[in-house]
C-alpha cells in the first residue's frame, strides 16, 4: 500500500508541474494545485508540495520552494498566487493583484515557507539549501512583521479571508455582513472587499484607518509561529547563532501573543481578533486547534485543545471537519453561494489533518495521531487526491489531482518515527 500511495502521489504531482518565469526572467519549475481549478502557483500548497516532494522526488522539492522564492518582490514580500508568466489571469487574478496585468496576486498566505525550508533540508540532507534560501525566508518575515503587524503585539494581521487560506470560513461571516446561514451573499461581498483591497493599495494600514477588513487570524499567526522557529532551527544546523536566537525569540513572541490573547479557556479553543478592538470571532472552526502544532504550549491548553479535539463536534467518522459539527454553519458537503463554490464551511482538508498530527505527535498523543493518519488514508484511498472531504462519509469534493492532499505521505513518514 504505502508503494501505491508513492507512486500515485508521484505520478499526481509529476501532472501537476509547470514550467515559468520568476521575477527575475529565470526559469522556473512548480507544481500548480490541480491543473482544471488552480492551474498557477499558490503558496502554502507549494509549501505543502515540497514536503511531500521531499519523500518523492527530492530536486523537485528544492525547485518547488525556489519557484516560490523566485516570485519574491525586492522589499521581501512574496505573493499568495505567482502566475509565472501563465496565461492570461482571470477577473479574479486581476482584481486580486496590483496594477493592469499584475504578474502575481498582492496578497499573503498562511507564511509556512520557513517550515517547508527546514522540513526539505532535513528529509532530503541538501544542508546547502538552507545557505541559499534562509536569507530570502528572513527577509520575507521580516516584509510581514513591518508590513502586517501594524499595533505591534507580534500578531501579523489579515486584509482577505483569502489570505487565511480558509476563503469562506463561517468565523468571517459576521464582520463582512453576510448573516444568513446558506451564506448566500458572500461571494459578491468578498469581491466588494478584493476591489476595495485594490484601491487601497493592499495596505493593512489604509484598511485598519478606514475600520476596513482586517483580522489577527490564529492560523496565519500559527503558521508564523511554526516557519520561524524551523528558521531558527536551520541558522542552528548551520551553527549561525545569532539569527538563530532572533528567530527563535519572534517565534516565542508569536506564539505567547496568541496564547494571551486569542485563547479562550471557557470553550477550549484559539479564537481570531477582528478589528481595531480585536473583537474575538467565537466560532469554532479548524482554526482554533492548530495552535495545538506549536512546541512549548502550556500544558494546561494542550490538555484542553485535545479535549476539543476528540470530542464528538471534532472527532468525527472522518475527522477533522473544518467547523465542528455543533456550528449552525456546519455543512459537511460542498454548498454554494449563488453559483460559487463555498469551501472551508465543514469539509474535512489533509493539510489540516497534518498539522494537526504535528500537534498531536509532539505532545504524546501517538494513538490520535495514528488515527488521524489512519482516516485520511481511507479518505485518499475512497475518494482519490481530492480537495477536501465529507466528514461524516468520506465522499470527495472541489478540486480533483489536488497537490497538498499528497501530504499523507508526509503523515506516514511521521508517524513511522514516533
Ligand atoms: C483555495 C484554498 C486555499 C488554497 C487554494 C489553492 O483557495 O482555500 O487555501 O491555497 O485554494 O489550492
Redesign the pocket.
Known amino acids: 500500500v504505502a508503494d501505491q500511495l508513492q507512486q500515485a502521489a508521484r505520478a499526481l504531482l509529476a501532472a501537476n508541474r509547470r514550467q515559468g518565469t520568476a521575477l527575475d526572467g529565470r526559469p522556473v519549475a512548480f507544481c500548480c494545485?490541480?491543473p482544471t481549478?488552480?492551474p498557477y502557483q499558490?503558496?502554502?500548497?507549494s509549501c505543502f508540495h515540497a514536503v511531500a516532494l521531499s519523500h518523492l522526488e527530492p530536486k523537485w522539492a528544492v525547485e518547488e520552494l525556489e519557484a516560490l522564492i523566485g516570485a519574491q518582490r525586492p522589499d521581501g514580500f512574496i505573493p499568495?498566487?505567482s502566475f509565472h508568466g501563465g496565461r492570461r489571469p482571470s477577473y479574479w487574478a486581476y482584481v486580486q493583484g496590483r496594477g493592469v496585468r499584475p504578474r502575481s496576486s498582492a496578497m499573503i498566505?498562511?507564511p509556512l515557507l520557513g517550515l517547508a525550508v527546514e522540513r526539505v533540508a532535513r528529509l532530503t540532507g541538501d544542508d546547502d539549501l538552507r545557505s541559499r534560501l534562509l536569507t530570502a525566508v528572513d527577509r520575507y518575515h521580516e516584509w510581514l512583521f513591518r508590513e502586517r503587524d501594524h499595533d505591534g503585539d507580534s500578531l501579523i494581521s489579515i486584509i482577505s479571508p483569502?489570505e487565511?487560506?480558509?476563503?469562506?470560513k463561517p468565523a468571517y461571516d459576521r464582520v463582512l455582513g453576510s448573516h444568513s446561514r446558506a451564506a448566500r451573499s458572500l461571494t459578491p461581498r468578498l469581491r466588494l472587499l478584493d476591489i476595495g483591497n485594490k484601491r487601497r493599495g493592499f495596505s493593512l494600514r489604509r484598511n485598519a484607518q478606514g475600520k476596513r477588513f482586517h483580522c489577527e487570524d490564529v492560523l496565519v499567526n500559527v503558521a508564523l509561529a511554526l516557519s520561524l522557529d524551523s528558521v531558527a532551527a536551520s541558522w542552528e544546523a548551520m551553527n549561525e547563532s545569532t539569527p538563530a536566537s532572533r528567530a527563535r525569540e519572534k517565534a516565542a513572541s508569536v506564539a505567547s501573543a496568541l496564547v494571551t490573547k486569542c485563547y479562550d479557556d471557557e470553550s477550549g479553543l484559539f479564537w481570531d481578533l477582528y478589528g481595531a478592538d480585536e473583537r474575538p470571532l467565537d466560532v469554532a472552526t479548524i482554526s482554533g486547534l492548530t495552535p495545538l502544532a506549536l512546541p512549548g504550549l502550556p500544558a494546561a491548553i494542550v490538555k484542553r485543545l485535545v479535549d476539543k479535539l476528540s470530542a464528538d463536534d471534532f472527532w468525527t467518522e472522518f475527522p477533522v471537519p473544518s467547523v465542528s459539527t455543533k456550528e449552525p454553519s456546519f455543512r459537511p458537503d460542498a454548498p454554494f453561494s449563488g453559483r460559487s463554490p463555498l469551501?472551508?464551511r465543514g469539509g474535512t482538508w489533509i493539510?489540516t489533518n497534518w498539522l494537526l498530527q504535528m500537534g498531536l505527535l509532539r505532545y504524546g498523543y501517538v494513538e490520535q495521531a495514528g488515527h488521524l493518519l489512519e482516516r485520511s488514508l481511507r479518505l485518499v484511498e475512497r475518494s482519490g487526491f481530492r480537495?477536501f472531504y465529507n466528514p461524516l462519509t468520506g465522499e470527495g469534493y472541489g478540486?480533483e489531482n489536488?497537490?497538498?492532499s499528497t501530504l499523507v505521505v508526509d503523515m506516514c513518514a511521521r508517524q513511522n518515527s514516533a
Do not use: C, K, M, R
Request: overall charge negative; hydrophobic content about 40%.
Open positions: 494545485p490541480s481549478t488552480y499558490w503558496f502554502w500548497d499568495h498566487v498566505q498562511p483569502y487565511s487560506g480558509l476563503d469562506h469551501i472551508w493539510n480537495e478540486a489536488f497537490g497538498w
